[in-house]
């Protein structure tokens, strides 16, 4: 596990340019093993060119090597989607999301790109299957020529609402994909629940994803469980005999609920994460549920405050300490 926050320090002192790769249960950046240490940027579309800068040169500063933006994204009546809702481009997102792309690319970062599908009267997403295979074919001509994004097809696709993608969707948005983009990574994220053998077949076996994208419940038992729930995700992996990277893209945050998870919370959840086996691990942010206002935004509107400059103390506190974190437990498992 050394090796993880080897590349992880690599990555993010490293030179232009970041190709991710898949080797067994870990990822790659460049060809080397790395631990993708990322940070929810989902609005990231709506922040202007100085917002922009600012904080991609303070995720590289920090240690952080990946994040997560969305293709589809809609916050408090704003729509910053790259594509419309029959997947077809929109401007200026679409060259907003290209010039990310790049910009991370020049920074050694990686970046997760994500669509969600969404019912007929809404926006920020895509609404039928074949306006998701649209999305597909547009978002593969605008980033093609780069190799440091992976696409989520679809958000929580299992979740039963206007968000859910049946397998044999995700198996032809996925095969769509990889007949455009041979090299492109792919998977579909899981909401809110631990995954059985029965869905890491049907991820990697029906659906044919690269990796697995849980997102694991929010409540104040789930930093404590996050390595057994890393483990037997593997476990069930080899049962099934295909071997995937476990990436948490979307854990709790704070803001959502009743529990407000401290730093301690969260540097449990990552550390349990490193240890248990996974590949990936990302702070997730967003807006305030429980205020009118949804204040601070934090990832979730970009337009007039960059994200570290939203963050309270507690993610603050995470941010500093997260890449000494997962360089402390790799050190553990030598």
């Known amino acids: ?88 481009p ?19 970062l990686i970046v997760d ?10 926006g920020g997403g895509v609404r039928t299957l074949e306006a998701h295979e649209t999305a597909v074919r547009t978002l593969i001509a605008a980033l093609g020529d780069r190799r440091n994004w992976y696409l989520d097809l679809a958000n929580e696709r299992d979740v039963g609402d206007a968000r859910f993608v049946p397998t044999p969707e995700v198996r032809r948005l ?37 990796f697995l994208a849980p997102h694991r419940p929010r409540h104040a038992r789930s930093p404590g469980e996050t390595e057994r729930h890393t483990r037997d995700c593997l476990a069930a992996m080899q049962r099934i005999g295909r071997v995937a990277p476990v990436h948490y893209q979307e854990p709790f945050r704070r803001g959502y609920d009743e529990w407000e998870p401290s730093a301690a919370d969260f540097l449990t959840d990552l550390a349990g994460a490193v240890r248990g086996g996974a590949a990936g691990w990302c702070l997730h942010n967003g807006g305030e549920r429980r205020r009118e206002d949804g204040r601070p935004w934090r990832s979730f509107d970009l337009r007039e405050r960059g994200l570290f400059a939203q963050l309270d103390a507690e ?9 000494a974190t997962v360089r402390a437990v790799a050190r553990e498992g030598r």
Do not use: H
Request: glycine share 12%; proline share 2%; hydrophobic share 45%.
């Open 90 to 108: 929109r401007e200026p997102y679409l060259s907003r999301l290209r010039r990310l792309v790049a910009e991370s690319d020049r920074r050694g």
């Open 1 to 88: 596990m050394l090796a993880w926050a080897i590349a992880l320090c690599a990555v993010a002192q490293g030179s232009a340019g970041a190709t991710l790769g898949i080797d067994g249960s870990r990822f790659t950046i460049g060809g080397r093993p790395a631990f993708l240490l990322g940070i929810s940027y989902y609005g990231g579309l709506g922040a202007t060119d100085s917002i922009l800068m600012r904080d991609l040169d303070t995720m590289r500063r920090l240690g952080f090597n990946w994040l997560r933006v969305w293709a589809t994204w809609s916050y408090r009546g704003v729509d910053v989607s790259a594509v419309d809702t029959e997947g077809r």
């Open 174 to 210: 996925r095969d769509l994909a990889l007949k455009l983009a041979p090299w492109l990574i792919v998977t579909a994220s899981f909401g809110g629940r631990d995954l059985g053998e029965r869905d890491v077949r049907e991820a990697l076996v029906d659906a044919r994803l690269d």
């Open 315 to 323: 993610e603050t506190a995470v941010v500093e300490r997260a890449a």
């Open 113 to 122: 790109v994500t669509l969600t599908r969404v019912g007929a009267e809404q």
